[in-house]
């Protein structure tokens, strides 16, 4: 499987079949995700109810596409282009859709306001995914017409490049959409996982902060540099979570497998997860000593310039990763 | 760079000079140490207390310098094994040694047995590391003969493909230590942090089992399944975490730096931080469900073979990264 491939979605299926969605929404996560749709071979609609946004949004998308393109993740930018139709009216971007996608600022009541919208816009089959990555489905999903279609799918930004998708559904989210959406996921080549029930953070940024928040108790203490927390990610934690997940590698470190392991270990596993300080009150003094210490290496000036290097080489890394793939539904390891 | 210059260490250093050190204890991370020595330019005299584990070591190590060689990360496995110097005495395996890496059993009266006669039998101007990845230094370093030149040197298994490096000083250790077995440690292209006090887990189990801790919490209470936290790491944050750290992240996804970040999602931060159940009362049916889930993908008695492609996939990514360093001191960021 080549890289492009991995990231263009499955073989075979939109191009034929020109099946619709539309974004709502084309801050950095819609225009991805309209990347996303687009490159699976989908017609991808886009709106904004920002007067110009559409507009700037298609001049960033070809943008982005091109680098795609000379990353041979892509085979090609206009033809990814040609799958993006932007529209100035909402009913206009919502006709036919078998899915929206909404990425719209997070704010509960804009949320609640848009989904009332599109619930009584879109065709009442087609599926109505939130890509909120703070608040609750059933903050804002309570009153959309057909509202058992409705979900959050969060991405991760930017979705064009990183594959995971968290589905959460909300108490009143059909087992059908759950289906469809993850159904719809895997078919545009992301790698989606369900939540069974709400919980703050969904997944990833519970993993995400819980590791930051010990991170920080421990620069906070003294123990260490913010680089060196940085170090053991990059140097040593990371080469193995690149292709097999925490619960993975200790599985495979103890010849008995993940019992085995914990039989050995679980001592220090239970030690240390009673001894972390997640709950850590860092404040403004150490944000900033952290900020200056990351700032020496990255000046907030060149930060444009790092996000740009930062994302080659996640492409690079796709790369890397569709070399390792076997085939297997997407699965690296 | 190329991926052989990576792991081999810095260019230039010890064919010329044929330094001496030596590694007592040749279990897994024993073995590798020998490997990461060697490969460096190093003379390594391998000890081990247990008749003939010296002999099967050096069997081992050849193995393992053979796939090493087949990966394309050193030049010749011949070469490598030219520089191991099996020894069945201590004294022998630490004359004209400038350091010892000591790696047996995780047994505090052994490791204070161990050092009690590295410290007599080592020359004295010879720095003592001990690997111990859960053992204080100062619980087993005290009554050694000049204990000032006595460090923690924990690796990540195995430091023959995964460069990072703990060290955590005694509080007797002196800063010429520190300074002196840092300097090592890039020499032979390993990436050394320093802790600045000890604490229980050092820095790289610490962020591990604290992830771990709230992942069991979450799977325990029945958010997920376990393959979902694991797909949170590889199809998500580890496709950053291979390159940039989390506090790097955090600096890049806002352009007003980490300062910014917060200002933006440190509500979300410190609600995660202070909701995470790190302390989470996991018990052995919880432990056995995941087993069992981990064991439908790898069985148990698949687990040697499913190690060896764990390994064949960190040595493809040390090519991966080799392609990606940018000569800056070894820093991939």
Request: charged fraction near 25%; charge should be negative; glycine fraction near 8%.
């Amino acid at each position: 499987m080549t890289a492009g491939e991995v990231t263009k979605g499955r073989a075979a299926t939109g191009d034929a079949t020109k099946k619709r969605v539309a974004c709502v929404g084309v801050g950095n996560v819609g225009r991805a995700w309209a990347i996303v749709f687009a490159r699976a071979g989908f017609e991808v609609a886009l709106y904004d109810s920002a007067a110009g946004a559409v507009k700037r949004a298609v001049a960033l998308i070809d943008r982005n596409a091109q680098d795609l393109e000379s990353a041979g993740l892509i085979d090609s930018a206009a033809g990814l282009m040609a799958h993006i139709r932007p529209c100035e009216d909402l009913d206009e971007a919502v006709r036919d859709v078998i899915h929206v996608q909404e990425s719209v600022r997070e704010d509960v009541e804009i949320k609640r306001e848009v989904f009332a919208r599109l619930g009584d816009a879109a065709p009442v089959n087609a599926t109505l995914a939130s890509s909120t990555s703070a608040l609750p489905g059933s903050s804002f999903l309570e009153d959309v017409t057909a509202r058992e279609r409705c979900i959050v799918a969060h991405p991760v930004n930017p979705p064009s490049l990183i594959p995971l998708v968290e589905l959460c559904p909300a108490p009143w989210t059909s087992s059908e959409t759950v289906e469809s959406v993850r159904t719809l996921m895997r078919e545009i080549g992301q790698h989606p996982i369900l939540l069974k029930k709400e919980i703050a953070g969904f997944l990833l940024n519970r993993l995400q902060y819980t590791l930051v928040a010990e991170a920080l108790h421990l620069v906070g203490e003294g123990y260490c540099e913010p680089e060196d927390i940085d170090a053991v990610l990059t140097h040593g934690l990371a080469m193995r979570w690149a292709f097999i997940g925490p619960f993975q590698v200790a599985h495979l470190n103890s010849t008995d497998g993940f019992a085995g392991f914990v039989e050995q270990l679980g001592g220090m596993m239970r030690t240390v997860g009673e001894d972390a300080r997640t709950d850590y009150p860092w404040d403004a003094t150490l944000i900033n000593r952290i900020h200056e210490r990351l700032a020496q290496k990255t000046p907030v000036a060149d930060i444009p310039e790092a996000q740009l290097a930062r994302d080659q080489r996640i492409m690079s890394l796709l790369h890397w990763r569709a070399g390792e793939y076997d085939g297997q539904d997407g699965d690296i390891s």
